[in-house]
């Protein structure tokens, strides 16, 4: 990089522990260490990682927004991106790519980039309009797939150039294979060594399709009767999952374990993962799992397809197409515990292309070509 350090501002809603915050959280001190003056501005409150941020040197900014065109909050905005020299702004998601964009432009900040992680990330129409006018002021709009990067090109009718993918990346040193972690997980879950073991790493959130997926371990479990299931993570679904697994008479086949901390452990656990959601953007499960030599049977939505791009790390499947579900886990369970062991090494291999640091040297390469400090 040239003389001088750019200050790069990364713009959130807040930073509570969710996927996106957490990717932010593990990027920024990499950026700083590769010279990037890296600031960090919430728009509602802190959230609990934002004390990693701060334990890291990152500053971390509070600039609340009434809303996503509030005058105020977006002049307040604005002034804290002059006052400290920012040369790029890079936000996230709908609520605070729209006042950042305009809070930017009005700052006079050469390169403004608004980041979407979902397909049809608008909640209305009205949005949907008030970012396509919006978007025509940002430098680039980023992708986090291919297949996100087709739904904004067409949501806000904006040309090919003026949309950039930016993958998503885990990382690989975090998420690796560690028997030793697999034994401590499944013991405390009362899953025997021979007993295969589907995980399901999502929120219980009608997106995710957890009772799709209850359905379609039913069946299987009806021709296998050792089979395990798992569910990790909480949401809204809580209750009526709870209910259908009692319901199903499967009680003593199917974990509902809750939210968890240790998902390399959880990983580790699973002899194969099942993410059968309706609506993705580009899953960061997928690619841990993978990272920990673990197949994946995964719903055709969003980047799935991109990251499980061939037979020999796991199976894609059309969103809702259940008995294509049954089948795929039909197949896994008929593998076996040594037949899916066996094509961990593919698993692990094609998780290194979504690796953190790939996205770091991504983000960084992209910084540097719009600031005019790399060749594009």
Known sequence: MSTGNPVVCRVITWLPVGGIERRLVAVVPRLRDLGWRMNVVCIREEGPLAAELKDAGIPVTVIPQRSRLSPSGIRRLSNHFRSIGTEVVHSHMYRSNIPSTVAARMAGVPV?????????SWDSGRQRFVDRIVSRFRTRTLAVSEAVRRDVRSALSLPDDRVSLLYNGVDTGEFRPDPSLR??????????DDQLLFVVPARLHPQKNPIGVLHAFARVRAAHPTVRLAFVGAGKLDAELGQAVGEAGLGGAVILAGRRDDMPAVYNAADAIVL???KEGFSNAVVEALACG???I???VGGNREAVDRPGIGWIHPAGAADMLVAQMSEATQ???????AMGEACRARALDFSIDALVQNTHQLYGSLLGRFPS
């Open 298 to 300: 995964a719903s055709d």
């Open 276 to 278: 059968s959601s309706l």
């Open 183 to 192: 034994q401590v997980v499944r013991a405390e879950w009362g899953v025997s």
């Open 335 to 341: 593998r076996g515990i040594i037949g899916l062991t």
């Open 294 to 296: 673990k197949p994946v």
């Open 112 to 120: 403004i980039l608004g980041q979407v992680h979902n397909v049809d």
